[in-house]
């Protein structure tokens, strides 16, 4: 049932706890393999602190929501990309093996200018009142 030949899955979810469960790994794998997803979360629980420590309004925390959380997405996908490109390559140098990685990292950077420009907009006048004190 659901196994390949080794006895693993290769064969869909069949409900929505395994779904889940495989979600987990997959996010663990990449908090293991991935140096950059692991500085990426740790800046954001620090700005995280920081927003508490400033008492960021409703509005605030909505917009470094999205920030934070896209910066991550797109970690995530990049390395997804990453993965199937050298899963396709076996890591021969290809043409469009560089596009797709190069073009997924551009998709990292910019979501972290996003959220670079989102905190200066949102700790910027907090930090200009805290000065001013
Ligand atoms: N098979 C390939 N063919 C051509 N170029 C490649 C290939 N694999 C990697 N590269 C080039 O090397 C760069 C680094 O590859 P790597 O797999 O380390 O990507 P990376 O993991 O995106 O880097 P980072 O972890 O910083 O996001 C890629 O951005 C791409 O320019």
Same mark, same amino acid.
């Given at each position: ?61 909505? /917009?470094?929501?999205? $920030?934070?959380?896209? @910066? &991550? ?6 390395? !997804? *990309?990453?993965? %199937? ?14 596009? /797709?990685?190069?073009? $997924?990292?551009?998709? @990292? &950077? ?6 670079? !420009? *989102?905190?200066? %907009? ?12």
């Amino acid at each position: 049932m659901n196994m390949g030949l080794n006895g693993k899955q290769t064969q869909k979810n069949r409900h929505f706890g395994q779904s889940l469960r495989h979600a987990v790994q997959g996010l663990r794998a990449v908090l293991q393999a991935e140096r950059n997803f692991r500085f990426h979360l740790l800046a954001s629980l620090l700005v995280i602190a920081a927003g508490i420590w400033v008492t960021l309004s409703r509005w605030e925390w909505l /917009a470094l929501c999205i $920030a934070i959380f896209g @910066v &991550l997405q797109s970690e995530l996908l990049n390395t !997804v *990309v990453e993965s %199937l490109v050298d899963l396709l390559t076996v890591k021969h140098y290809m043409v469009a093996a560089k596009y /797709a990685k190069d073009v $997924a990292a551009g998709a @990292v &950077l910019v979501a972290a200018v996003f959220a670079l !420009v *989102v905190g200066l %907009l949102i700790f910027g006048p907090h930090f200009i009142d805290w000065i001013k004190r």
